[in-house]
C-alpha cells in the first residue's frame, strides 16, 4: 500500500472577511508542505480553465488573483494558461481563446498576471514527452507547460459525460494537450444507428474534423477522419450515434490519465494542485452553459498529488445528498456515486485506480482541516 498524501481541505463557511473564500485559499497557499514547490525567478505556469463563453461555472477569477499576488512575493512570475479546445466553440484558437477568457474575467486588472495560450495560435507549438505505458508510448504536452519551471493546477472539480468527473487528472490531461494530443487521447469511434437517425445535422455541425455527412438524409461518419472526441454522440437527441461503452470508455479514461503524467513528468516536487468543490455541475465547464449543481458547494482543498485530491474530492460530493433540482437520476442519497447518478455508463474512478499503477499518485490520503 502507498504512503498516504496530504489533502488539505478548508470549507466554505464564512461569518467574516477574515474568513472568507480568498483568505481560505491563501490559508492554503501558506502550508508549510508547500514552501519549496516554487521558487524565485521561477517562471510558474497556472494551468486554469477559462470557460466557454456562457458558461458560468468555471473558477472564480479573483480566487486567481489570491494565487498570482502570492506567487509574486516569493518572487515567482506567474502567467496563466491553457490549451486550444478539439471541439469548435470560442476556445479552439488562440485569439478566440484569449478574447473569451478576458471577458469570462481573466483580464490582468482582475487576476494579476499575463494570460498565454499554451500550445500557440493554432495548436501547433508542442513537443512529444516519452512515458511508455500501456497505451501510449508518448504524449503531446504544449511547449509552454513544458518549459515553465513549477506550475499551479488550479480545476474546478465537477461531473462529466465521458471521464465521470473531471478535477486535476483531466485538467493535467486536457488542458496541457495540443488537439493532436487530444485526439490521441480520445480515439474513441463512434458508429450511427441509421434507423435512429432524422437528419437532423446536429452531429455534422459540432464535428470538429468534418468527419460526418449527410446521405440521403441520414448522418455517415467517415472513421478515417474522426477524431474520436465525442461531440456528436452527447449532440444527438435520437440516440442514434452510440459507443461501445464497455471497452471504448475505459481505454480512454487510461489514455487520458498517461497524458497527465507526461504533463508533469519533468517537474517533480515543482506542481501544486488546488480544487474547488464549488458549483460542481454535471458537464464540462467547456459547454456554453452550465447546469444546476448536483450537490450542494462544499469546500476547496490542496495537495501535492493529483491522485489523491481527486480521489477525495469525490468521496466529500458523494458524501453529500444529491440536490433534486439537479440532473442526478439516482444515487441521490449520502454515500452514493453522485457521478454514476449522472452519467450511468461511466466509472470515473479507473482514473484514480490507473493513475496510482502508473505512479502518478496515491488513493490513500490524510484529510486535513484548515
Not at 437520476?329 to 496510482?356: I, M, R, W
Amino acid at each position: 500500500m502507498h504512503m498516504a498524501s496530504n489533502v488539505y481541505f478548508t470549507d466554505i463557511r464564512s461569518r467574516s472577511e477574515k474568513d472568507n473564500n480568498q483568505s481560505k485559499i491563501h490559508k492554503l497557499l501558506l502550508q508549510k508542505e508547500f514552501s519549496s514547490i516554487f521558487s524565485k525567478n521561477d517562471l510558474t505556469a497556472i494551468k486554469i480553465h477559462f470557460g466557454e463563453k456562457g458558461n458560468d461555472a468555471y473558477i472564480n477569477p479573483t480566487y486567481v488573483r489570491v494565487a498570482t499576488d502570492y506567487l509574486k512575493r516569493l518572487g515567482s512570475k506567474p502567467f496563466l494558461t491553457d490549451t486550444n479546445t478539439l471541439y469548435k466553440g470560442s476556445r479552439s484558437n488562440a485569439v478566440d481563446h484569449l478574447v473569451t477568457a478576458i471577458e469570462n474575467g481573466f483580464a490582468y486588472a482582475v487576476v494579476g498576471a499575463p494570460l498565454i495560450i499554451a500550445d500557440g495560435l493554432i495548436s501547433r507549438d508542442f513537443e512529444s514527452v516519452d512515458i511508455n505505458k500501456k497505451h501510449l508510448k508518448t504524449v503531446k504536452i504544449a511547449q509552454t507547460i513544458l518549459n515553465a519551471q513549477s506550475m499551479l493546477v488550479m480545476s474546478h472539480f465537477k461531473g462529466h459525460e465521458m471521464s465521470g468527473f473531471g478535477g486535476a487528472i483531466k485538467n493535467l490531461a486536457m488542458g496541457c494537450a495540443p488537439v493532436a494530443g487530444k485526439m490521441e487521447q480520445h480515439s474513441s469511434r463512434p458508429y450511427i444507428k441509421t434507423d435512429l437517425c432524422i437528419g437532423c445535422k446536429s452531429c455534422a455541425q459540432v464535428c470538429p474534423v468534418e468527419a460526418i455527412t449527410l446521405s440521403n438524409k441520414k448522418a455517415t461518419l467517415d472513421t478515417k477522419k474522426c477524431a474520436g472526441c465525442g461531440d456528436c454522440l452527447f449532440t444527438c437527441s435520437t440516440g442514434a450515434i452510440s459507443l461501445n461503452w464497455d471497452t471504448e470508455l475505459p481505454q480512454f479514461i487510461e489514455r487520458m490519465t498517461e497524458s497527465a503524467l507526461g504533463a508533469v513528468h519533468n517537474k517533480e516536487g515543482k506542481v501544486l494542485y488546488i480544487n474547488f468543490l464549488l458549483k460542481i455541475s454535471p458537464e464540462c465547464d467547456c459547454y456554453g452553459y452550465a447546469d444546476s449543481p448536483l450537490v450542494p458547494d462544499i469546500g476547496i482543498l490542496a495537495s501535492q498529488d493529483p491522485i489523491a485530491l481527486d480521489r477525495a474530492c469525490f468521496d466529500l460530493v458523494n458524501a453529500q445528498t444529491g440536490l433534486i433540482n439537479s440532473q442526478l437520476s439516482c444515487n441521490h442519497e449520502p454515500g452514493q456515486d453522485k457521478f454514476k447518478g449522472t452519467h450511468t455508463y461511466v466509472d470515473g474512478t479507473l482514473a484514480l485506480s490507473y493513475g496510482e499503477t502508473i505512479g502518478l499518485g496515491t488513493n490513500n490520503y490524510n484529510l486535513i482541516k484548515t
